[in-house]
């Protein structure tokens, strides 16, 4: 179904759409509440969707507050759900939320989706460089790889050097990590005395959890590093695998709308972006019965085109995958900033092996300081706060004060990492 004109894909998206909502309406307490009494069973288009009022993260977990632990979203039983994960809580109190069988199956069915669109084959190794707590991550990616049916390798409990050691020992040919933490062992093969690109058979990275792999920089810096073709993947724990790369890469990430009813919103109104503007990701998803979303906001800022792709695919496209949270952005200077574009310009510095940025207010005005730490096996890093500096006032309009720390003194990643901090 990935070739649907738009009009077939939207008439397929209100099929499932009102499939979904004739079994969750009869017993998801949470969304009885919420949807019934604003005619969600007459939906017969996706404009009469956009009359349903939002679903929010703070909504989701106040549900879990008033009704502990788990809240109402629950379309079951309890005896019917087989897996319970939870979110990062980077953005606050974690969520709890959980999968039958035949959620956890749509799961798998998502992530074969995002394997195959990035030229993954039953005959690959998939080692997942994860350590498999009760953050989602790439649990979902590992059933994934079963229905693929290609030979999946965990990297639970280990440290990164034995998981270096894995990848080549059992010539996987597919990495799934953070974009980070890619970064992160490349780094470490390369003081290790391995070449990645030509000691390993890795062939394809694949990356989710942080905006990374989607910034031109950070994925040159992996593929070159790993001598891989680098993947970026976006979804989240409440809403599941929406966002998948193609393998033309063109220059965007892709929403699986045979699973998912993606929106587009401008964040203070509410109302729908065009095409090619900027605006907060709304998503419905469609196959996620036990424990559903309807019209979340995600918090996620990207750009839409529904240009047909040279993949073959009509999905909706977003240009530069996702750009960051609207939440993230600062104000420094009157100038607007997201993190996604400083790491873009510090992935440009192969002197520069971590970073941290510092914002604190000085009066009326916020200032930006970047704290760099140099690789240690580059030779001098004379001349590197200016070069920083300068770059950094050309692509973004700010003159940052910098500091330099000794090797080794910043921390490491290997989920999501946390470079950011407001003084």
Same mark, same amino acid.
């Given at each position: 179904?990935?070739?649907?004109?738009?009009?077939?894909?939207?008439?397929?998206?209100?099929?499932?759409?009102?499939?979904?909502?004739?079994?969750?309406?009869?017993?998801?307490?949470?969304?009885?509440?919420?949807?019934?009494?604003?005619?969600?069973?007459?939906?017969?288009?996706?404009?009469?969707?956009?009359?349903?009022?939002?679903?929010?993260?703070?909504?989701?977990?106040?549900?879990?507050?008033?009704?502990?632990?788990?809240?109402?979203?629950?379309?079951?039983?309890?005896?019917?759900?087989?897996?319970?994960?939870?979110?990062?809580?980077?953005?606050?109190?974690?969520?709890?939320?959980?999968?039958?069988?035949?959620?956890?199956?749509?799961?798998?069915?998502?992530?074969?989706?995002?394997?195959?669109?990035?030229?993954?084959?039953?005959?690959?190794?998939?080692?997942?460089?994860?350590?498999?707590?009760?953050?989602?991550?790439?649990?979902?990616?590992?059933?994934?790889?079963?229905?693929?049916?290609?030979?999946?390798?965990?990297?639970?409990?280990?440290?990164? $050097?034995?998981?270096? &050691? =894995?990848? +080549? !020992?059992?010539?996987?040919?597919?990495? *799934?990590?953070?974009?980070?933490? #890619?970064?992160?062992?490349? $780094?470490?093969?390369? &003081? =290790?005395? +391995? !070449?990645?690109?030509?000691?390993?058979? *890795?062939?394809?990275?694949?990356? #989710?959890?942080?905006?990374?792999?989607?910034?031109?920089?950070?994925?040159?810096?992996?593929?070159?590093?790993?001598?891989?073709?680098?993947?970026?993947?976006?979804?989240?724990?409440?809403?599941?695998?929406?966002?998948?790369?193609?393998?033309?890469?063109?220059?965007?990430?892709?929403?699986?709308?045979?699973?998912?009813?993606?929106?587009?919103?401008?964040?203070?109104?509410?109302?729908?972006?065009?095409?090619?503007?900027?605006?907060?990701?709304?998503?419905?998803?469609?196959?996620?019965?036990?424990?559903?979303?309807?019209?979340?906001?995600?918090?996620?800022?990207?750009?839409?085109?529904?240009?047909?792709?040279?993949?073959?695919?009509?999905?909706?496209?977003?240009?530069?995958?996702?750009?960051?949270?609207?939440?993230?952005?600062?104000?420094?200077?009157?100038?607007?900033?997201?993190?996604?574009?400083?790491?873009?310009?510090?992935?440009?510095?192969?002197?520069?092996?971590?970073?941290?940025?510092?914002?604190?207010?000085?009066?009326?005005?916020?200032?930006?300081?970047?704290?760099?730490?140099?690789?240690?096996?580059?030779?001098?890093?004379?001349?590197?706060?200016?070069?920083?500096?300068?770059?950094?006032?050309?692509?973004?309009?700010?003159?940052?004060?910098?500091?330099?720390?000794?090797?080794?003194?910043?921390?490491?990643?290997?989920?999501?990492?946390?470079?950011?901090?407001?003084?």
């Amino acid at each position: 179904m990935t070739a649907l004109s738009r009009k077939a894909l939207e008439e397929h998206q209100v099929k499932r759409l009102r499939e979904m909502l004739q079994q969750v309406l009869e017993t998801n307490e949470f969304y009885r509440k919420k949807l019934l009494k604003n005619g969600a069973l007459k939906i017969n288009s996706l404009e009469q969707l956009k009359e349903l009022p939002f679903t929010t993260k703070s909504e989701l977990v106040q549900d879990q507050l008033d009704h502990p632990p788990f809240g109402t979203d629950l379309t079951y039983p309890l005896e019917r759900y087989i897996r319970v994960h939870q979110t990062s809580g980077t953005t606050g109190k974690p969520l709890y939320w959980f999968d039958t069988e035949a959620d956890w199956q749509w799961w798998a069915e998502c992530w074969k989706v995002i394997f195959e669109a990035a030229g993954v084959r039953p005959e690959d190794r998939i080692y997942f460089a994860f350590s498999f707590g009760p953050f989602i991550g790439f649990w979902s990616g590992w059933e994934g790889a079963r229905k693929l049916g290609a030979l999946a390798i965990s990297g639970g409990g280990q440290s990164t $050097s034995q998981r270096l &050691k =894995a990848i +080549i !020992d059992y010539r996987a040919t597919v990495v *799934v990590c953070t974009p980070t933490y #890619a970064v992160h062992m490349a $780094s470490e093969a390369r &003081k =290790a005395g +391995i !070449d990645l690109a030509s000691d390993s058979a *890795v062939r394809i990275t694949i990356h #989710a959890g942080e905006p990374g792999a989607s910034i031109p920089s950070t994925k040159k810096l992996i593929e070159e590093a790993w001598g891989a073709k680098c993947y970026d993947h976006p979804g989240a724990t409440e809403v599941g695998a929406y966002g998948f790369e193609c393998e033309p890469q063109p220059g965007g990430v892709h929403v699986n709308e045979n699973e998912f009813i993606a929106e587009v919103i401008h964040p203070e109104t509410g109302a729908a972006v065009q095409e090619g503007e900027r605006g907060e990701l709304v998503i419905t998803n469609l196959g996620r019965i036990g424990s559903p979303l309807i019209r979340y906001r995600t918090g996620d800022l990207v750009q839409p085109s529904y240009r047909p792709c040279v993949c073959g695919r009509s999905f909706m496209l977003f240009q530069g995958g996702v750009l960051g949270r609207i939440d993230d952005m600062i104000i420094v200077r009157g100038v607007n900033v997201f993190p996604s574009a400083i790491e873009s310009v510090m992935r440009e510095f192969a002197e520069v092996e971590e970073f941290r940025v510092e914002i604190s207010q000085r009066g009326a005005l916020s200032e930006l300081k970047l704290i760099l730490e140099p690789r240690a096996d580059y030779g001098s890093s004379k001349g590197l706060e200016e070069k920083v500096m300068g770059r950094f006032r050309q692509s973004i309009g700010l003159r940052p004060q910098v500091e330099m720390v000794a090797p080794g003194s910043l921390p490491r990643f290997e989920l999501k990492a946390k470079r950011f901090f407001k003084l």
